[in-house]
Nanobody
Framework: QVQLVESGGGSVQAGGSLRLSCAASGDTRRTYAWAWFRQVPGKQREGVAS??????STYYSDSVKGRFTISRDSRGLYLQMNSLKTEDTGIYYC??????????????????WGQGTQVTVSS
């Protein structure tokens, strides 16, 4: 089992930056990939960034590419968000997959989830 707890959310003006953290505990060695998702009311969770545990390779959605950076160390997962836009507003969740995944942006690929942290970007 892996437990995930997000932090670092908050309110920021457009153009600003935030850094999200996801503290991980439990058997984190038995993970294949990690990801950040975001959700706005009335919509499904959207995968914005992911990183593979062994290879370190990353994936970004087109909407955040060039602005967000995902990283990971032994303590957890991080998301550096720069040049924030109002459309980045949402609840951000970190997630981890136990097994090999095919689609890094698909919610169903991930087995462990945090409780989420709110990010609000105002104009």
């Amino acid at each position: 089992q892996v437990q995930l707890v997000e932090s670092g959310g908050g309110s920021v003006q457009a153009g600003g930056s935030l850094r999200l953290s996801c503290a991980a505990s439990g058997d984190t060695r038995r993970t294949y990939a990690w990801a950040w998702f975001r959700q706005v009311p009335g919509k499904q969770r959207e995968g914005v960034a992911s990183i593979y545990t062994s290879f370190g390779s990353t994936y970004y959605s087109d909407s955040v590419k060039g602005r967000f950076t995902i990283s990971r160390d032994s303590r957890g997962l991080y998301l550096q968000m720069n040049s924030l836009k109002t459309e980045d507003t949402g609840i951000y969740y970190c997630a981890a997959a136990k097994y090999a995944i095919v689609n890094p942006s698909a919610e169903l690929e991930y087995d462990y989830w945090g409780q989420g942290t709110q990010v609000t970007v105002s104009s």
